[in-house]
T-cell receptor, first 110, second 116 residues
Framework: RKEVEQDPGPFNVPEGATVAFNCTYS??????FFWYRQDCRKEPKLLMS???SGNEDGRFTAQLNRASQYISLLIRDSKLSDSATYLC???????????FGPGTRLSVLP | NAGVMQNPRHLVRRRGQEARLRCSPM?????VYWYRQLPEEGLKFMVY????????ESGMPKERFSAEFPKEGPSILRIQQVVRGDSAAYFC??????????????FGPGTRLTVL
């Protein structure tokens, strides 16, 4: 089993839609969780960290379920500019390596 | 505060030549990571270093590839005797020291290597 797995995608949604991405991780001792986005031919950029209590940043909401070893990202009111690949990232602890999922591609269509 | 810097941004080499890619981490960051991304593929971890020490090189090909992060100066990813299959985007990222209890990793803009 891979350390971090994500929905295979791609997701093609109309503008204004709500879309949810799922991610699972294999190591139950993992402590830190993140969502990054990567635009075509650009570097990954941090979208948000994921906290145990869940967190929201504008149209984006991240949830963590430690019992199920599952992370989600919800995007409401999708914009064309949300089109990108979304990467789930897990870290065991400070000083440990970051483990990236394979990414899920999102295309928001006009 | 300058971000992670990589140079060159684009590098063209002929088969058999050497490629040297440089990465300067963000100010205050002590850990550097190198990743490779082939066209239309995902990000693949290569190596994780702190100054003068390799922490994890499980993603590095066994031959032709090496990385260092000296006490002074940038981190260097070195590819000897390049082949066409080495053509890819190479991204560097950095993070603060563990003692900072700040957990975020930031990426540089990447170096696009083309092997002719």
């Amino acid at each position: 089993r891979k350390e971090v797995e994500q929905d295979p995608g791609p997701f093609n949604v109309p503008e204004g839609a709500t879309v949810a991405f799922n991610c699972t991780y294999s190591n139950s001792a993992s402590q830190s969780f993140f969502w990054y986005r990567q635009d075509c031919r650009k570097e990954p950029k941090l979208l948000m960290s994921v906290y145990s209590s869940g967190n929201e940043d504008g149209r984006f909401t991240a949830q963590l379920n430690r019992a199920s070893q599952y992370i989600s990202l919800l995007i409401r009111d999708s914009k064309l500019s949300d089109s990108a690949t979304y990467l789930c990232v897990v870290r065991l602890n400070y000083g440990q390596n970051f483990v990236f999922g394979p990414g899920t591609r999102l295309s928001v269509l006009p | 505060n300058a971000g992670v810097m990589q140079n060159p941004r684009h590098l063209v080499r002929r088969r058999g030549q050497e490629a040297r890619l440089r990465c300067s981490p963000m100010k205050g960051h002590s850990h550097v990571y190198w990743y490779r991304q082939l066209p239309e593929e995902g990000l693949k971890f290569m190596v994780y270093l702190q100054k003068e020490n390799i922490i994890d090189e499980s993603g590095m090909p066994k031959e032709r590839f090496s990385a260092e992060f000296p006490k002074e100066g940038p981190s260097i990813l070195r590819i000897q005797q390049v082949v066409r299959g080495d053509s890819a985007a190479y991204f560097c990222a950095s993070s603060p020291p563990p003692a900072s209890r700040t957990d975020t990793q930031y990426f540089g803009p990447g170096t696009r290597l083309t092997v002719l």
